[in-house]
């Protein structure tokens, strides 16, 4: 455990809070013992639609998180290093039209369906479906018009130690291709002690295929400041899922022990991701599912799945969820041509996402577990972003 100094108020990073209290709509800043939890909001543009688009800023004992009405984003995390000093931690940009015209998933909510599904085309119940073909040849994160791409209605609430933002989106009935009207509720929630916790809940009228998450790219030693190579990593995983030439998986679970693919103990990003591993040949580098190492086969329970840790700054990002896989990508193709919120050209491995999810293509793979959604059911998951220092 360590402790380090914001401003007056001195903040010790351990335990993480797994049960949320009861909610009721913020109206104003509220003040706690030892630090503050305010939400507020303010306008950041307008869709060519018409369509405002606000964004959220939620502090709390340190932290501050900014949320967009479109697509959920989480545009700007800032958090202290381990000498207290603050700096922004996620990879985007400070304009709406840089994200409508050019952000590949910056801090989206994802979905209907996150990742791919081949050939855009899955069967349910006997019927056969097709989606927009968006990742030549396959469907990614939801085609053309995902979730990432719509405004959703938002809702300020607070708990007795937290603040949060509650999204709502119903997508019609045959929207990109999906069956059933899916009504989506995302509540992002900034806790007193460093958690960003993410719950996603959705219901259906009729059978569907659903796959939430978020598509946050990090850089823990800053925003803009470069290659993410040395950033160690963790995943609690001892099987990934590998992937043909198009990066659909093949169905097949593989075992990372004597790979790249082995993070059971904390390695270098950019330790072994040029070592012609043939699967790294096929991602230009890490774009892979890995399959969790869970005690709880329900998904029903938070357990530890990655840890990240910056060993310059000491910033540490640890990721609890009740999801069965992880998707680690490491920028593989920022390629210089997208300016962020400071100023910086983004290029080849200057970010990582951590995506918890079921698995990519899961409706195609009988083995792989299910993501069906039926009348009556409710899909719940849950994934905590725990911020720290090491």
Known sequence: MHKISLGRTAVRLGAVMLMIGGVGVVSASTSYAG????????????????????IYTLTNNGIRVKILTYGGILQSIEMPDKHGRTANVALGFDNLADYV??????????????????????????????????????SLHGGTVGFDKHVWAATPIKTHDAVALKLQFTSPDGDMGYPGELRATVTYTLTRNHGIKMDYVATTNKATIINLTNHNYWNLAGEGTGTIDTTKLQLN??????????????????????????????????????????????????????????????????????????????????IYTTEPGIQFYGGNFLDGTLVGTSGHMYRQGDGFALETQHFPDSPNHANFPSTVLRPGQTYRTTTIYQLGVA
């Not at 630090?35 to 688009?53: D, H, W």
Request: charged content about 20%.
């Open 101 to 138: 015209a050019k952000s590949p998933y910056f801090g989206c909510i994802t979905g209907r369906y996150a990742n791919r599904i081949a050939l855009g085309t899955f069967t349910l119940d006997g019927v056969t479906y097709h989606l927009p073909i968006n990742n030549d040849p396959n």
């Open 237 to 318: 995983a001892s099987r990934y899922t590998p992937v043909d030439a198009t990066l659909i998986p093949t169905g097949s679970l593989d075992r990372v022990a004597g790979t790249p693919m082995d993070f059971r103990k904390a390695t270098a990003i950019g330790a072994r991701n040029r070592d012609g591993f043939p699967q790294l040949v096929i991602g230009r580098g890490y774009d892979h599912n890995w399959v969790l190492d869970r005690k709880d086969p329900t998904f029903r329970k938070l357990e530890f799945a990655a840890r990240a840790t910056d060993p310059a700054s000491g910033r540490q990002l640890t």
């Open 35 to 54: 630090g503050s939890a305010t939400i507020t909001k303010r306008a950041f543009g307008t869709l060519a639609g018409g369509e405002n688009v606000d």
